[in-house]
C-alpha cells in the first residue's frame, strides 16, 4: 500500500517569506508527527496530532511554525516569515495509533532558505 | 531527559566483514526502541522494534539486540548495498515522540 507523501519535495525560498509543507500519512493511521533534521544534527521532534487535535507542540522552535490537521488526514505545517536558520529537511511520519506503534517516515521536504 | 547516544559515528568495513553498531540509552521507561535505516536524500526506512530487554529481531544480514542500556545492530557478511546511515531512536514512557540518536554512517566496500 502506499506509505507517507510529502509535498513538495524541494523547497526554495526567501528570507522572510511563508512556506507550507504537506503531509499525507497512511491510510487509517491515526497519529502524525512533524520531525525536523538538519545539517549535521540528528532528527528533532516539532508537533505531534492525535486525529486532528496537537496534544504535543513542545518541539515548535517559535511561534512562526504552526501545524494543522484536517479530517484526521493530512497535515500542513507552517512557517512564518522563515529565516535561513530554518533550512534543513522537514519529516513527517504516520501510526496507527499513538502507542508504542512504529512511525512510518515520508521521505522529507528539503527547505532551503535564501 | 532522554539520552541516545549511538557509536561509531561512522564505521567503514569491507564486504563480508561483519560488525556491530551500539545504541545506548538512558530513559525514564522505555516503550520501545526502533532501528531506522536512512539513505542520502531519503526519509528513514523502518527496520525493528525491540520492547524489552532480551528481545531479539532479524532481517536478512541484520540482527537487532536489546538489554536495559543500550542496543546493539549487528551485520553479519555485508554487502555495499547495506550501506547507509542507521538511526536508533526510543520511545520513553509518557511521550508520544521519537528521541533520535545522531546515527551511524557505515560504508561498505566491494
Known amino acids: 500500500g502506499a506509505g507517507v507523501s510529502q509535498s513538495p519535495s524541494n523547497k526554495v525560498t526567501e528570507k522572510g517569506k511563508d512556506v507550507e509543507l504537506r503531509c499525507d500519512p497512511i491510510?487509517?493511521?491515526?497519529?502524525l508527527y512533524w520531525y525536523r533534521q538538519s545539517l549535521g544534527q540528528g532528527l528533532e521532534f516539532l508537533i505531534y496530532?492525535?486525529?486532528?487535535?496537537?496534544?504535543?507542540k513542545s518541539g515548535l522552535p517559535s511561534d512562526r511554525f504552526s501545524a494543522e490537521r484536517t479530517g484526521g488526514s493530512v497535515s500542513t505545517l507552517t512557517i512564518q516569515r522563515t529565516q535561513q536558520e530554518d533550512s534543513a529537511v522537514y519529516l513527517c511520519?504516520?501510526?496507527?495509533?499513538?502507542?508504542?506503534?512504529?512511525?512510518?517516515f515520508g521521505p522529507g521536504t528539503r527547505l532551503l532558505v535564501l | 531527559e532522554d539520552q541516545v547516544t549511538q557509536s561509531p559515528e561512522a564505521l567503514r568495513l569491507q564486504e563480508g566483514e561483519s560488525s556491530s553498531l551500539n545504541c545506548s540509552y538512558t530513559?525514564?521507561?522505555?516503550?520501545?526502541l526502533f532501528w531506522y535505516r536512512q539513505d542520502p536524500g531519503k526519509g528513514p526506512e523502518f527496520l525493528f522494534t525491540l520492547y524489552s530487554a532480551g528481545e531479539e529481531k532479524e532481517k536478512e544480514r541484520l540482527k537487532a539486540t536489546l538489554t536495559k542500556k543500550e542496543s546493539f545492530l549487528h551485520i553479519t557478511a555485508p554487502k555495499p548495498e547495506d550501506s547507509a546511515t542507521y538511526l536508533c531512536a526510543v520511545l520513553d514512557t509518557g511521550r508520544r515522540a521519537l528521541t533520535f540518536g545522531s546515527g551511524t554512517r557505515l560504508q561498505v566496500q566491494p
Open positions: 496530532f492525535q486525529g486532528n487535535s496537537a496534544p504535543d
Open positions: 511520519a504516520s501510526s496507527a495509533s499513538a502507542g508504542r506503534e512504529t512511525q512510518y
Open positions: 491510510s487509517g493511521h491515526t497519529a
Open positions: 530513559v525514564s521507561g522505555l516503550r520501545g
